[in-house]
């Protein structure tokens, strides 16, 4: 299939959106910038156009996907037994980066809740993204935009990489704002539950969920035999081709450590970066967890383009943003973390 590139400069935003809307109206796969991600976009009401999702990514069948809605009335047509907090929750951060969990309504086809009873649903802040919503009047179920496995897309090059000739058309739009996927709660359980961490964090929510736990799953791998409370928190992600190593510990030693490595290059602070002696790559500043976040997937796309056969990259802070960049890292590394 050839995808079609579709430029969103001002004398081509409209048409763009307009044939990405028909697009979806006719059950075809469309690639969206969202302020986390891109994502990949299909009717959340049509079975056969979430299938092309599934076969385009290769992504496991039993992971389910999120729907995307462009305001809070549109919650109706697609959750039901909608809980009091969840319009004061929309209040405060839809349009954004957070992602609820509600028992699932009769129009949203069973392919995008993967068989469960419950679907996740998000307003996203892209002005792109809420466009081709309402232009193709469609509430539309998009997971990342990657390869399924691969870090995720925060970039339109990230897409085309992954997706050319899978799909049937990218929006080709700015780089992410945020950088890594929004923020999921789950409010079917008791107490509520943070599935996924995000930009939307964990201090922020317990304003308005003051029992709020945190899974067990973003911080470490599951047993053999655990049952994932989210499907996609078991599965190896984000991860590039290369070995990966998260390493905790203070900055200097972070520097000694790596310095000894061979073959390998570093993911770095700023501030570290001028005593790192091998190859190496920055994310940020280690007192903006923002920053990493937005600087992340690129990065680990580009681990894979370097000679080094290792990855070494500094852990940051679990706290604010810093609790997402962290758990995208240890799924990246596949778990294997070194403590200096
Ligand atoms: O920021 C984002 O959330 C991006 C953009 C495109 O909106 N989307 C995204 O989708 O990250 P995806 O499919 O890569 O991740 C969706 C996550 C998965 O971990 C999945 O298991 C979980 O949400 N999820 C989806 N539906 C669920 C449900 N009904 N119950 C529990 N977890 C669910
Ligand atoms: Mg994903």
Redo the contacts with the bound molecule.
């Keep these: 299939m050839k995808t079609k590139q579709l430029f969103l400069n001002e004398e081509q935003r409209q048409g763009s959106l307009n044939t990405a809307a028909e697009i979806l109206k006719n059950g075809g796969t469309v690639a969206v910038p969202?302020e986390?991600?891109?994502?990949l976009a299909a009717s959340a009401l049509s079975d056969s156009a979430v299938a092309k999702i599934f076969t385009a990514k290769g992504r496991p069948q039993d992971?389910?996907?999120?729907v995307?809605i462009s305001d809070v009335k549109m919650l109706f047509k697609v959750a039901k037994e909608i809980p009091d907090v969840v319009f004061r929750l929309a209040e405060k951060f839809w349009p954004g980066?957070l992602?609820l969990?509600l028992p699932?309504g009769e129009n949203v086809c069973e392919s995008v809740?993967?068989g469960?009873d419950?679907?996740?649903v998000?307003c996203?802040k892209n002005e792109t993204a809420l466009e081709l919503i309402k232009t193709s009047g469609l509430p539309l179920a998009?997971?990342?935009?990657n390869l399924s496995g691969s870090p995720?897309p925060t970039k339109a090059s990230h897409v085309v990489a992954d997706l050319n000739g899978k799909i049937d058309a990218v929006l080709m739009g700015e780089d992410c704002a945020v950088g890594v996927?929004?923020t999921?709660v789950?409010l079917v359980t008791h107490p509520p539950r943070l599935?996924?961490p995000?930009a939307v964090t964990a201090e922020q929510l317990r304003e308005f969920l003051p029992d709020l736990v945190i899974d067990p799953a973003v911080l470490k791998e599951l047993e053999s035999g655990e049952q994932a409370?989210?499907?996609?928190?078991k599965y190896k992600h984000y991860a590039p081709k290369k070995q990966v190593f998260l390493v905790e510990g203070e900055s200097r030693a972070f520097c000694d450590y790596v310095n000894h490595r061979e073959n390998a290059v570093a993911l770095c602070f700023e501030d570290e970066a001028e005593k790192i002696t091998i190859e190496k790559l920055v994310y940020g500043s280690s007192d903006s967890a923002e920053t990493l976040a937005k600087n992340l997937f690129d990065m680990l796309r580009k681990i894979d383009t370097l000679e080094a056969d290792e990855a070494y990259v500094h852990a940051p802070e679990k706290t604010g943003v810093g609790l997402a960049v962290y758990n995208r890292l240890i799924r990246a590394a596949g778990f294997k973390v070194i403590t200096l």
């Design positions: 969202t986390t991600v891109y994502g992971n389910p996907l999120i995307h980066p992602t969990v699932k809740s993967a469960l419950t679907v996740a998000r996203p998009a997971p990342s935009a995720s996927e929004s999921v789950t599935l996924r995000g409370a989210s499907p996609g928190m």
